[in-house]
Structures are given as C-alpha cells and as structure tokens.
C-alpha cells in the first residue's frame, strides 16, 4: 500500500509564467483525488499527464482564489470531455453557490452530476470513507473559514502465517477468512489456537496530511500525529514573521515546529511568497528545526510506502 502525490503548483497568490498556485494530485490506495484547484491546474494536469477520468473527488481548503479559481474550468472540461461518472466536491459552504451560479449563468451544465459536501465544522471530521481510506477535515485557523485535510489508509486484513496453520489439519480453506479477520480458532476438543500464532500483522498503513493556509497552530498536532507525509504552508521565512498575524500564515520554520511536535517522519514546504527568489532559504530555515524536510515543486513527485518514504 502506497501513496502517490503529484505536485502541480505550490506558490501563493497569482500564477506566473514560473509559478503556479496550489493543486495537488494524491494516489491513495485506489482513491484518486484533486487537493485544491488553483488557476491553471487543468493546464498543470495535462503537463504532468494526470488523466482526468481518474479523478473523483476534490477537496478545496477554502475560498481564496489561488486555491480554487481553477475548479469551474476544469468542471466544463470535464463535460467537454464526456465525462459520466460523478464528481464530489468537498470544500467550505458556499462552494455550491460559486459553481452553480457560474454554470447558471453560462448555460453549461454539466451531463454528469455534481454532488457537493460543504464544510462548516470548526472540529475535526471523517468527511469520507470506503473500505480502504478515510478522510478527515483539519481545522485551520485563515482569515476565512479553512480546513486542512488528513488521508489515511485503513488498516488491512492479518497475513496467514501458512506455515503454521499448516500444522493443524483441522484448519480448512473455509477458515482462513475469520484467521485473516482477526479471529482464534478453536478446535474440535474445544483447544483454542490464538490468531496471533497463525497470522502476522496487517501490512502497515500509510497517511498524508494537507495543510493549508493557517497560521501556526499547535492544536492541530494531535490530529497529524506520526502521519509519514506532512504538507504544511510556509508562506514566508522567520525575517517576516510579523506579516503572519495579520496575513494569518505561517514560516517555515512554523511549519518545522509543527512536524516536530506531530513526529512526522517527512515535512513538505510549499505556498511559498513570491517575495523570495531563492526557495533553498525555506528548506534551510526548517531544517533549523526538523531535519527531513523536501520543498513542494511543480512536477515533483513524493511517493511513500509501507517500507520507506521517499521523493522521486
């Protein structure tokens, strides 16, 4: 099990011809899902050959433009393109209102439906769920209401121990399910054979968490606590530290706090302000603080696993 994120922009504010807004592409377990809808993210999707059909549900952190002004357009290319299947949109309330009134009144709805979850809880919570991944809000403190999201994989059935359960001739095929579900096994002279002893651990899981625009906010740790992969918003660096009250984001090094306090195992940097040319500075600043921290990038990969996480 494996989780697969595509950066497609990581700036602030406007795109530019060398900096694109934030969007995010993220393969979890046979989930594919749209983390923000910068300006231009259509555009990203095509470079980076992200195939669109693939995606089914987005989540938008909240209703700045620079992390949603590119979802009406890729909505419309999705209906130029044929798309059936639905799409689910996640994001705080009012995100409805936005895109219909667009679709209203450029006559162009869509053949597919559009079904919208909005966000109003300033507490965390499960917002979806299959039978291999769940999706948490994360609260978040922006000058609107904005959330962060956790995904996480489910864990899986145990492991059949075969060497094991093949010493006992009483152990039918049959059985092997309830062995994988976590249950004893009790034999016929009503001896009962722990699972443990004929089963091993589950592979282990593997979690991402997204945060967005926020200020530093430590109340958020024990929501991320050890998840493998943290994005956090580092809008600027310690030099304009007093720009984060009244802008309400966070430095890097606010970010590196964070995944220290969280125990993180990997910290990604990203909204960066275009104020600064040199993006090492942010890297450099966290390092301070957590030592194994990678800078977002247009095109980069980030890919983790059961085993190791580690950026390609």
Not at 123 to 135: G, P, T, Y
Not at 180 to 200: M, Q, S, Y
Request: charged share 25%.
């Amino acid at each position: 099990m494996a989780i697969r994120l595509t950066i497609l922009g990581c700036h602030s504010a406007t795109p530019r011809v060398d900096s694109h807004t934030t969007s995010q592409f993220l393969e979890i377990n046979k989930q594919h899902f749209l983390i923000d809808c910068g300006e231009g993210t259509q555009v990203q999707l095509r470079k980076y050959k992200v195939k669109f059909s693939k995606i089914s549900r987005i989540f938008i952190s909240h209703l700045h433009g620079d992390h949603f002004f590119g979802l009406i357009g890729l909505i419309s290319t999705f209906g130029l393109i044929g798309r059936e299947k639905d799409l689910h949109i996640y994001g705080p309330k009012g995100i409805k209102e936005i895109i219909v009134l667009q679709l209203k009144l450029s006559k162009s709805w869509t053949n597919y439906n559009l079904i919208f979850h909005e966000l109003e809880s300033k507490k965390s919570e499960l917002i979806f769920e299959d039978d291999n991944v769940e999706v948490y809000t994360i609260p978040l403190t922006h000058r609107v209401y904005t959330n962060g999201y956790l995904f996480k994989e489910k864990i899986g059935e145990r492991k059949l121990n075969i060497k094991e359960v093949s010493k006992h001739s009483e152990i039918e095929i049959c059985d092997y399910q309830n062995l994988k579900n976590g249950r004893d096994f009790t034999k016929e002279n009503g001896e009962i054979i722990a699972n443990v002893d004929l089963t091993t651990d589950p592979t282990p899981v593997v979690s991402y968490a997204f945060c967005s625009d926020t200020v530093y906010k430590p109340d958020i740790v024990n929501i991320i606590k050890n998840v493998d992969l943290l994005y956090h918003e580092a809008t600027f660096l310690e030099d304009k530290e007093f720009l984060c009250e009244k802008t309400k984001h966070s430095t890097a090094k606010h970010a590196a706090k964070i995944a220290l306090k969280a125990n993180v195992k990997k910290l990604l940097l990203g909204h960066y302000s275009s104020r600064y040319g040199n993006l090492e500075l942010f890297k450099q600043e966290a390092q301070t603080v957590f030592e194994n921290v990678e800078l977002s990038e247009a095109g980069k990969v980030f890919e983790v696993n059961n085993a190791t996480n580690h950026c390609v």
